[in-house]
């Protein structure tokens, strides 16, 4: 079933709309969770936490053109939910290398940002990453959106870890001097 009807199964509130979803994403989005999580049961209880969210947040959201995207997001925020709670003392090793990475782009604000300024980010980023190449987009998602390893992301494209690094390095380089050149400052 394609995503406008499911949505629209979600806007009636018709429960076959959680049983569609799940046989379209379940598997692609407990794989995220799973690699956050690092843990099967986590991932389940994400999965089902994603499908609530939705049905509690369609209608007034109505993602039509993105609702892959908008399951993905809340499924990424219930794992990494789950490892702060999880590890409160002891936060994961991908987690603290993946913040560290991008701590030197994105500036660390501890004040709560409107939900404006945030789409105005994610917009940022977006065009930014448009403007790459192919490769180093594909690299920098998978790595920054998806959560996935170095070695993860070496052996699914074929090339080498150190290149990944590299790519990874002059992307955060880059993205840093373009948020800074439309004006959002570290």
Sequence with gaps: MDDDKIIDLFLARDERAITETSSKYGAFLFSAAERITASSTDADECVNDTYLQAWNGIPPAEPRGYFRTYLLRITRHAALDICR??????????????????????????????????????????????????????????????????????????????????????????????????????
Excluded: P, W
């Design 85 to 186: 709670k999880r590890d409160a003392e002891k936060r994961s090793a991908l987690m603290t290398e993946i913040t560290e990475e991008l701590e030197n782009c994105l500036s660390d604000r501890q004040t709560a940002e409107s939900a404006v300024e945030y789409k105005e980010l994610g917009a940022l980023i977006n065009r930014f990453l448009k403007q790459q190449k192919e490769l180093d987009r594909n690299i920098f998602i998978r790595r920054y959106y998806m959560a996935h390893s170095v070695e993860q992301i070496s052996k699914s494209l074929g090339i080498n870890k150190n290149r990944v690094k590299s790519v990874l390095f002059r992307t955060r380089n880059k993205l840093k001097v373009y948020l800074e050149s439309e004006g959002y400052f570290v």
